[in-house]
């Protein structure tokens, strides 16, 4: 076990679809670096997971692994059937990332594994964990809910733990899709919501800070529409395009500013200086706002059954604000949402670094 220095050896993946995966992963992997793990991070040369990965952690050890490549459909109507006609493609890529680890393991001896959300990201003779949020996946119809929930539950029995990112109680952020009816066979651990950003102190700049995220066409789509309606206010306005590949420069126009891209210490600073946050409502995103205290006005993207979920769910218990990107009057909902009242949960410290000390170590 472990090398010469007798320091574990850990493999660790995020999942590709959407970069939510890669950046709820920075506090694990800082967290495994205290901890002096050896860590070897598996994801796609040239993708924008690894950009962002080997910008912040260029002492790890990276290893090219192909990712699931999913594509959207630009009508939101065909969502789920286009995503329905890739499940050859996705059982493809599980096979693969088993064949992978299997290579890997036997040239590397890996001492742990960990997967956000790829299902074929294990060993059997390999300590093997699985990272998600929703043991409950959202479906539109209930019989399709379980069918789905049965296959989850399928791939994550391989593994040896599962890790869920949110509050063990009823108080919780991700409401039945953490916290279904019936959990996996394999034991459970809830570790608490993780954040990438750090709570600072500045001077508020701007009243409205706008992250775009999420996969194409949507994000542009939703871009377009915050930039028709820039002339309407007269409030500061920072928006982030969501943009890794592009340059980091800035367009000024009167009090609407945009940026293509930040990495976490300068996100933490624009959230620190905005007092609303308007955004997706992926889940590693709320995660953030939520930790880091900020009214959010969350816009989910249209026929992802999850965001939609969570945001309904964040606004009826008044932690964000929530409207659909296809609202008629985007200048009025945001006017509406700073009258909203919010009540903000309270979140402690993150105990990570203890918890995985006890899991990965022992």
Same mark, same amino acid.
């Given at each position: ?14 999942? +590709? ?10 506090p694990i992997l800082e967290a495994l670096i205290l901890l002096k793990c050896h860590v070897f991070l598996a994801c796609e040369e040239g993708s924008a997971c690894e950009k962002i990965l080997k910008e912040r952690f260029p002492q790890l050890h990276f290893l090219p692994l192909k990712g699931y490549q999913i594509s ?19 059982? #493809? ?22 997967? +956000?959300?790829?299902?074929?990201? =294990? ?11 929703? =043991? ?12 789905? /929930? ?22 919780? !952020? ?16 809830? !570790? &608490?919501? =993780? ?11 701007? +009243? ?13 789509? =939703? ?13 500061? !306005? ?10 980091? &420069? ?13 990495? #976490? ?16 409502? &992926? ?13 959010? !006005? ?5 026929? /992802? ?11 009826? /218990? ?9 609202? #008629? ?5 945001? /006017? ?25 170590? +022992?």
């Amino acid at each position: 076990m472990g090398t010469k220095d007798n320091s574990p050896i850990v493999l660790f993946s995020p999942l +590709d679809w959407g970069l939510g995966h890669t950046t709820r992963s920075i506090p694990i992997l800082e967290a495994l670096i205290l901890l002096k793990c050896h860590v070897f991070l598996a994801c796609e040369e040239g993708s924008a997971c690894e950009k962002i990965l080997k910008e912040r952690f260029p002492q790890l050890h990276f290893l090219p692994l192909k990712g699931y490549q999913i594509s959207y459909a630009k009508n939101t109507q065909w969502f789920a059937i286009k995503l329905f006609l890739q499940i050859p493609k996705i059982i #493809a890529a599980i096979q693969h990332e088993k064949k992978m680890v299997k290579r890997w393991t036997e040239q590397y001896n890996f001492d742990t594994i960990i997967s +956000d959300n790829r299902y074929g990201f =294990l060993h059997k003779k390999v300590h093997s964990v699985f990272i998600t949020h929703q =043991l409950q996946i959202a479906a539109p119809f209930s019989f399709l809910e379980k069918l789905i /929930q049965k296959i989850n539950y399928r791939y994550i029995n391989s593994f040896s733990e599962c890790w869920v990112p949110d509050f063990a109680g009823a108080n919780n !952020i991700a409401g039945q899709l953490s916290h279904p009816q019936k959990l996996p066979a394999t034991p459970v651990e809830y !570790i &608490g919501p =993780l954040c990438r950003l750090k709570k600072i102190t500045k001077e508020r700049k701007y +009243d409205f800070l706008i992250l775009l995220s999420g996969p194409e066409p949507q994000r542009t789509v =939703l871009e377009n529409k915050f930039i028709a309606i820039k002339n309407k206010f007269s409030e500061k !306005i920072m928006l982030v395009r969501g943009l890794p590949g592009g340059t980091p &420069g800035l367009h000024c126009d009167a009090n609407f500013t945009i940026k293509n891209y930040c990495d #976490a210490e300068e996100l933490s600073v624009l959230m620190a200086q905005s007092e609303f946050v308007i955004c997706r409502s &992926g889940y590693s995103t709320i995660m953030e706002i939520l930790y880091l205290q900020k009214k959010s !006005i969350l816009i989910p993207t249209p026929g /992802q059954t999850e965001q939609e979920y969570l945001a309904k769910k964040l606004m009826d /218990q008044s932690w964000a604000y929530s409207f659909s990107q296809s609202s #008629a009057d985007y200048y009025n909902q945001i /006017q509406t949402a700073k009258g909203f009242t919010f009540y903000l949960p309270q979140i402690e410290e993150s105990s990570l670094k203890n918890f995985l000390e006890e899991n990965i170590l +022992d």
